[in-house]
């Protein structure tokens, strides 16, 4: 199992940016995917979710500006972000979901996104 | 909101047991887990469903949850478990809630 982000790097706040996980490994189309985010010297921070059937979940603190989206015939996932704030800085991690559960069984290396004028 | 709370650090010394608890609201009726997160690194599955081990995972941890409290436990502490320990778990309101994380010092 494998999975590589990219797409990450600076941005002003308001700004957009797109991120996307490649996976390799698995059957992706079988798995649901998540984003989780950690701040510099902080916690974890799960961002959103996407089931194998395209349900989609987020958390208050990005709903409405955050979308995730998986292309299966790619093996890929996407994270839109819009109307960045200086307090969407952090490392973004894409997990698999572990099958049955809400928990997180491989990551990938994350890509930091920074957002500041 | 759903909140998880973790000791911000334990210290331990090599070769004993070492306990990280994770308070929340009757978190005994949910499934907790927990990360493993060393520096520079991605965090890594340790305990699931409170107390299954992912494969690759020493049998030194193990994981219990009751009441309010959930708990990792490693036994026989080695130098390479000092790491930062995240337990999660999913709530109906919050969803997906991480604990702030507890530092494990190995001295």
């Known amino acids: 199992v494998q999975l590589v982000e990219s797409g990450g790097g600076l941005v002003q706040p308001g700004g957009s940016l797109r991120l996307s996980c490649a996976a390799s490994?698995?059957?992706?189309?079988?798995?649901?995917m998540h984003w989780v985010r950690q701040g510099t010297g902080k916690g974890l921070e799960w961002v959103s979710a996407i089931g194998t059937a395209g349900d989609t979940d987020y958390p208050g603190s990005v709903k409405g500006r955050f979308t995730i989206s998986r292309e299966n015939a790619k093996n890929s996932l996407y994270l839109q972000m819009n109307s960045l704030r200086a307090g969407d800085t952090a490392v973004y991690y894409c997990?698999?979901?572990?099958?049955?559960?809400?928990?997180?069984?491989?990551w990938g290396q994350g890509t930091l996104v920074t957002v500041s004028s | 909101s759903y909140e998880l709370t973790q000791p911000p650090s334990v210290s331990v010394s090599p070769g004993q047991t070492a306990s990280i608890t994770c308070s929340g609201d009757?978190?005994?009726?949910?499934?907790a887990c927990w990360y493993q997160q060393k520096p520079g690194q991605s965090p890594m599955l340790v305990i699931y469903?409170?107390?299954k081990r992912p494969s690759g995972i020493p049998e030194r941890f193990s994981g219990s949850n009751s009441g309010n409290t959930a708990t990792l436990t490693i036994s026989g502490t080695q130098a390479m478990d000092e790491a930062d320990y995240y337990c999660?778990?999913?709530?109906?309101?919050?969803?997906?809630?991480f604990g702030g994380g507890t530092k494990l010092t190995v001295l």
């Open positions: 997990a698999r979901g572990l099958r049955g559960t809400y928990n997180f069984d491989y």
């Open positions: 009757k978190l005994g009726d949910k499934f």
């Open positions: 999660q778990a999913w709530d109906s309101s919050t969803h997906v809630v």
């Open positions: 469903q409170d107390s």
């Open positions: 490994g698995f059957t992706f189309s079988s798995y649901d």
